[in-house]
T-cell receptor, first 113, second 111 residues
Framework: DAGVIQSPRHEVTEMGQEVTLRCKPI?????LFWYRQTMMRGLELLIY????????DSGMPEDRFSAKMPNASFSTLKIQPSEPRDSAVYFC???????????FGSGTRLTVV | RKEVEQDPGPFNVPEGATVAFNCTYS??????FFWYRQDCRKEPKLLMS???SGNEDGRFTAQLNRASQYISLLIRDSKLSDSATYLC????????????FGTGTRLLVSP
């Protein structure tokens, strides 16, 4: 298995632009998680899906952030408009269960200038 | 108070040393705990689960103290390759179970 695949690996964008991050989970994993990591706050859960349905989005910072999972093999995290404080590494993870065995993707390093 | 707290370090130790990290959690109802390892500019990876009775995996020993609400990770005979950030992880149930990560403890093992 190729693991969790994220794209792009790096993204540099200007403030105000729309950013879309993509994730392909491990086949058969019913849970998909989006995390954001910064030096100050560590890993923060933004949202997670179970069987393509959003279950907990309490970590989504504000309306500028949105996430979708149109099918079992693809999810997107969109930021519109982007701001410099959104600069972070965004990780996608998938799992068979909500409470164990998360496999993380390599992350997308986002820089908003 | 943060749900999971760790000393950020760094812990600088020579090869062969024994080093221990602690992590405290705030929710006394938490049931499951893990240690993840994260190398520089890489994704986190599961290192080991933490069981109530304590558990060992080679040079690594994890322990849980429910009364004081902390978990620990002990690394014996440390190797250069152990240099990484170690993330304490707690399962929180807020209607939905989810993993909450500490900010990590950085370990640097030197020759």
């Amino acid at each position: 298995d190729a693991g969790v695949i994220q794209s792009p690996r790096h993204e540099v964008t200007e403030m105000g632009q729309e950013v879309t991050l993509r994730c392909k989970p491990i086949s058969g994993h019913d849970y998909l998680f989006w995390y954001r990591q910064t030096m100050m706050r560590g890993l923060e859960l933004l949202i997670y899906f179970n069987n393509n349905v959003p279950i907990d989005d309490s970590g989504m910072p504000e309306d500028r952030f949105s996430a979708k999972m149109p099918n079992a093999s693809f999810s997107t995290l969109k930021i519109q408009p982007s701001e410099p404080r959104d600069s972070a590494v965004y990780f996608c993870a998938s799992s068979l269960r909500a409470n164990y065995g998360y496999t993380f993707g390599s992350g997308t390093r986002l820089t908003v200038v | 108070r943060k749900e999971v707290e760790q000393d950020p370090g760094p812990f600088n130790v020579p090869e062969g040393a024994t080093v221990a990290f602690n992590c405290t959690y705030s929710n006394s109802a938490s049931q499951s705990f893990f240690w993840y390892r994260q190398d520089c500019r890489k994704e986190p990876k599961l290192l080991m689960s933490v069981y109530s009775s304590g558990n060992e995996d080679g040079r690594f020993t994890a322990q849980l103290n429910r009364a004081s609400q902390y978990i620990s990770l002990l690394i014996r005979d440390s190797k250069l390759s152990d240099s990484a950030t170690y993330l304490c992880v707690v399962i929180v149930n807020t209607g939905f179970q989810k993993l909450v990560f500490g900010t990590g403890t950085r370990l640097l093992v030197s020759p």
